[in-house]
Each structure stands twice: as structure tokens, then as C-alpha cells.
């Protein structure tokens, strides 16, 4: 998994987690029904807040949902999950971008890629990726032509920029392109009149998205000589977090010009998590989710009592998995970061356990009335009704 929103489920509470887990699986599920299995590995969580925001315009119908199987990222649960053109179109956003992507990586020449034979065949997986993606796209009659238009722009606009070149002509062509992706979903939840306001959401998300890459790889690309925006045009953090807080109040101003149905989980995600992105990015924001907090975690029920005591007891067998599946759902919680910070079973005997880094910086404790806010809704600014 990738992407810029990575919300903390612990902030989110169990109905937006649920809600949000629930477009999650349907944009996986979407592009394993139209492209594979193997498809679903360019899932992401930036991809599915078109899907949220689809949805949340259009409100929460039955036929937006389903119920999918049991999956190992689930903990082998059955779910309710998103379905219809805003996964679809999340689908088809995440396969033409996740081919550039590769393709990009495969003229950086990047790793394993440096390897004619991995090349080759890195390039024809994002030739098909990149098909696979126009053909959802069109389905929903979405022309992924602009965004194909826009990766190829950016690369032109990257040989060209050097120091003195406003960072903003580099990051031009990610913003037109996300801009077109949220624009559409007012069109497929038949809200035409939130396209502008949803273009211009776009637009910044889109440059924030830019400039938190950016940062997040400064030191690596200058540790490996690969081009990073920042440091080719000579643009200084201070300046780029001014950027990208101007991004976020402009975000902020434009969904409240957006006529949704059901707004919580879209306002969540791109004012507060966003939020929580830049200042992770930025290093500057902890964890509230601390042992000072909270105390110690919950001491073993099973443990014995002193030195000789009895060994613990083996939790009901009924309740254990198979090695095998065991495994599986392992996978599933180590691949969606469920093991880092948050609540989970044990994957074989489904003890709850607490996350292994106890220091997450996506945490906050959030306000009484919202439960979203790390400083109150006054704090940060967002239209809450407290």
C-alpha cells in the first residue's frame, strides 16, 4: 500500500474505519474484477478518496455496496464493501498513474530495473497497466488521456527545471491530473455543479501529494544522485511547507463550496488526515498514543505469577487458526501497517495484541465533538459543527 492519507484507525473510530476499510476493498476488489489478481497490487490509499468522494456526494445507497468474501487482509472476514463507477474509476486513476509510475522508474534506470531483462519486463506490465486503465476510465466515461498527457509532461518539465524554476511549474502537471480525477466523481454521482470547486480540491491535493514525495525522498535521492524537484530548483523546506499549507487551506476552502450528501469521511480524510500527512512529512507532529498517555499495554493474562509459577494455558482451541491460514492473515496485517500501531488478533490464536511501534505520528487523541481534531476544531481551522 501506498499514498499520502494513511489514516490512523485509532483516530478514526470504528464507523469511518469501517467506511473507509470499506473503499479500501472495493478499488481492490474493482481491479481484481476487471484486470486480475495481479492487478491489485497497484492499490492505494490516495486512489480510493475518489471512490469516497463519489460516494460521498451521491450518499450511501445499497447498490454502492456488497458483501466480499473472506480475505486475508481482513483477518479472513467477510465485509461490506464499495462498489460501482467511483471504484471503478479509483481503479482506473490507480492503474494509469501506477504505469507511469513504473515507467519512470524504468527510464531512472531504478534498482533491479537497471537489468535489461527486468526492464523489459517492467515496461510491457506497464504497458498494460496503462490500457487496462483507459479501458475502466472509459467505462465510466473517464478519458485517462489527460493523465496519460500530464506524465508526459512531467517529464519534459523535469529536464528543463533547474535552480530558479518555480517549483509550482514542476508540479503542474500532478495537479491537472488529479484535478480531472476528483472533478469526475461530481459527474458520476450526477452533481455537475461540484465539479469546479472539486477541480480546484484536485488541483491542490495534487501539489501537495508533489511536494510531500518530494520531501519525504530529499535525502535519499541526494544520497543516490536522483532528481528530486526540491533540490533541483533550489527550493528550501520553510518554503515548501509554505506551500503546502497554503494547499491545505485552499483544499479546505474549496470543499465547503462541494454540495455532498455525506460528507464525514471525505472531510476527514483530506482536511484532518491530510493535515496529519504534512506535518508527518515535515516531521512535525508525535504520537498522543504514548505510554505516559496510556500507561503500560495490558499485562498478558497467561503470564505466571512469579519465578516457577504455572505455564500459561493454551487459549481455547476453537479460536486458533491453521497454520496456513495463519499465515495468510500475517501477511494481510504486516502489508496494511495493522501491526505497527493499531489493535489487532494475534493471526493464529486471535489474542488481541497492541501494535509493535507504540510511537506512530499519525496519532492524535482528537476533540470531544468531532473526535477528529488533534487540537480542537477551532484549532485547525475546519468547518465542524462543535
Given at each position: 500500500m501506498f499514498g499520502i492519507v494513511r489514516p490512523c484507525r485509532h483516530r478514526l473510530g470504528e464507523s469511518l474505519k469501517t467506511q473507509w476499510m470499506a473503499h479500501l476493498c472495493g478499488l481492490c476488489l474493482a481491479l481484481r474484477g476487471d484486470h486480475g489478481q495481479f492487478a491489485r497490487?497497484?492499490?492505494?490509499?490516495?486512489?480510493?478518496?475518489?471512490s469516497v468522494l463519489t460516494e460521498a456526494q451521491a450518499g450511501h445507497a445499497g447498490d454502492r455496496r456488497r458483501t466480499a468474501g473472506p480475505c486475508p487482509l481482513r483477518g479472513m472476514r467477510s465485509a461490506s464493501v464499495a462498489r460501482g463507477d467511483g471504484a471503478r474509476l479509483a481503479a482506473a486513476?490507480?492503474?494509469?498513474?501506477?504505469?507511469a509510475k513504473v515507467h519512470d522508474h524504468v527510464a531512472d534506470g531504478d534498482g533491479l530495473l537497471a537489468r535489461r531483462p527486468v526492464a523489459l519486463a517492467a515496461r510491457r506490465v506497464a504497458v498494460n497497466w496503462g490500457r487496462a486503465g483507459a479501458r475502466t476510465g472509459?467505462?465510466?466515461g473517464f478519458d485517462t488521456a489527460l493523465l496519460v498527457d500530464a506524465v508526459d509532461r512531467q517529464t519534459g518539465i523535469e529536464a528543463l527545471a533547474g535552480l530558479g524554476t518555480p517549483l509550482l511549474t514542476v508540479t503542474e502537471p500532478t495537479e491537472t491530473a488529479t484535478a480531472a480525477a476528483f472533478a469526475h466523481t461530481a459527474i458520476l454521482a450526477g452533481r455537475p455543479g461540484n465539479a469546479a470547486p472539486l477541480a480546484e480540491a484536485g488541483r491542490l491535493f495534487g501539489r501537495l501529494a508533489h511536494l510531500l514525495d518530494a520531501v519525504e525522498d530529499r535525502e535519499t535521492d541526494a544520497a543516490s544522485g536522483a532528481w528530486n524537484p526540491l533540490t533541483a530548483t533550489g527550493t528550501s523546506l520553510v518554503e515548501a511547507r509554505r506551500l503546502a499549507d497554503d494547499a491545505l487551506h485552499g483544499i479546505r476552502l474549496a470543499l465547503r463550496e462541494v454540495e455532498f450528501t455525506e460528507a464525514e469521511l471525505a472531510h476527514v480524510l483530506l482536511v484532518h488526515e491530510l493535515r496529519n500527512s504534512v506535518d508527518r512529512a515535515f516531521g512535525t507532529t508525535s504520537c498522543s498514543h504514548?505510554?505516559?498517555?496510556?500507561?503500560?499495554?495490558?499485562?498478558?493474562?497467561?503470564a505466571p505469577s512469579g519465578p516457577g509459577?504455572?505455564?500459561?494455558p493454551e487459549p481455547?482451541?476453537?479460536?486458533?487458526?491453521?497454520?496456513?491460514?495463519?499465515?495468510l492473515v500475517w501477511s494481510g496485517l504486516a502489508c496494511t501497517c495493522q501491526m505497527c500501531c493499531c489493535e489487532y488478533e494475534d493471526p493464529w490464536t486471535r489474542e488481541p495484541k497492541e501494535g509493535i511501534?507504540?510511537?506512530c505520528d499519525d496519532c492524535c487523541d482528537g476533540c470531544e465533538c468531532c473526535g477528529n481534531c488533534c487540537d480542537g476544531c477551532d484549532g485547525c481551522g475546519c468547518d465542524c459543527s462543535c
Open positions: 497490487v497497484v492499490t492505494n490509499y490516495d486512489g480510493l478518496l475518489v486513476v490507480s492503474l494509469v498513474l501506477a504505469s472509459s467505462d465510466v504514548r505510554t505516559e498517555l496510556y500507561g503500560p499495554p495490558p499485562g498478558n493474562p497467561y509459577g504455572p505455564p500459561p481455547p482451541r476453537r479460536d486458533r487458526r491453521g497454520l496456513l491460514a495463519g499465515c511501534c507504540r510511537n
